[in-house]
């Protein structure tokens, strides 16, 4: 089977040629088992559905996913507990985190804002494994955007674990950098030049002052803001003239060229119900098949504004080594924490119990490892720049 060649150009097309349309093999076990349909192409909205028995077309009910034999520990269904590291220095109320069948969530004393992955250790891991996999998409690079050398000001939204904004840093040593999140698990030990705030993103107006940073870095929201053009207008506003704001995104919804990924199979499933989730708590996880982020952009005002897309396959089916890594790390970061990723989504916003969750997830687990099933996720980075006349 053929390989997707890497993205030569951060124009927009559409798809780029990095995944070429693999050989056709037999479908995995887990399709077989499940109605015989290609799953939806890339342009696709999927319906979705919720445990509790709720019959949304396309979804399939939680009682569909019946116990499998266990291979080996890897396809326990949900992990040990973990808890979120404190800092001696934050309150109490900051530290209060919500806990959810045992994994802990951002504190909702501090915001109400309905961040959908935990805060612990076990999900602080898997983001790193997928930074890395995305440094390896952009040949080692940390951005897209043209940014000149002598910046002073950037700010990473949504940081997480911190570890771009520590890369960020530490690669623009002259440049004072600012990280916000909801939860303060960031390191203390960083650059002198990089400092973490709690912020909420989805509040408007945004606290910054007007036309203050140089660059303002935005990557994987999906899932987590109310409404994309209000968001990118608030990082209009706070961006310099002549600054650029860059987005990088996912799509939530696994796709296959070559009909490999069938219609009601785990990973078919897995983004349906992400996208009928999004509608129930009014936060689009398909931001990126739905294309909100370059209407955001060029709705906010932003000039020169360059979309570039990605193939990025799931698991190492690919021939051409780098996207075999590529995918390889994609895997590994989805399976070092596949609860954490939709625990909230299927219990809190789906309805399923925990026990259901479980069942779905030695089920999901098992496709996800078969090397047949040749799937891969959208990705889209969009930089524009605020015009240098803008105020």
Known sequence: MSSPPPAKTPDKKSPSPEAKTPEKKSPSPEAKSSPGKKSPS??????????????????????????????????????????????????????????????????????????????????????????????????????????????????????????WAIDFADEHPQCQVLGTDLSPIQPTWVPPNLKFEMDDATLVPWTFPQNHFDYIHIRYLFGSIPDWN?????????????????????????????????????????????????????RPFDVVGDGLVPVA???????????????????GWARDRKMKEIGEFALAGILQDIEGWILFVWSQVMGWSKEEVGVYVAHLRRQLRDPNVHAYCLMKCVYGRKPVSAE
């Not at 983004?271 to 009928?276: A, I, L, P, Q, S």
């Open 230 to 282: 209000s968001f990118i207008a608030q990082a209009f506003s706070c961006v310099k003239p002549g600054g650029w704001v860059e987005s990088y995104e996912a799509s939530c919804v696994f796709r296959s060229d070559d009909g490999t990924l069938l219609e009601g199979s785990p990973m078919d499933q897995w983004g349906r119900v992400f996208v009928e989730a999004g509608k129930k708590f009014g």
């Open 297 to 315: 952009f060029r709705e906010a005002g932003f000039e020169e504004v360059n979309e570039w897309e990605f193939k990025c396959p799931i698991g």
């Open 42 to 163: 890339p342009t696709g909205s999927p319906s979705s559905g919720a445990g509790a028995e709720t019959t949304i077309e396309g979804i399939l009910p939680a009682s569909h996913w019946q116990p499998i034999q266990q291979d080996d520990d890897a396809d326990s269904s949900l992990g040990d507990d973990d808890n979120a590291s404190s800092t001696a220095s934050l309150t109490s109320s900051i530290l209060a985190y919500r806990t959810v069948h045992g994994r802990t969530f951002h504190s909702d004393r501090i915001t109400d804002a309905q961040y959908w992955t935990p805060n612990d250790d076990q999900a602080t891991e898997a983001n790193d494994i997928i930074h890395h996999m995305l440094t390896l998409v952009q040949d080692g690079k940390l951005y897209r955007a043209p940014l000149d050398k002598s910046i002073t000001r950037a700010l990473d939204v949504g940081t997480g674990s911190g570890i």
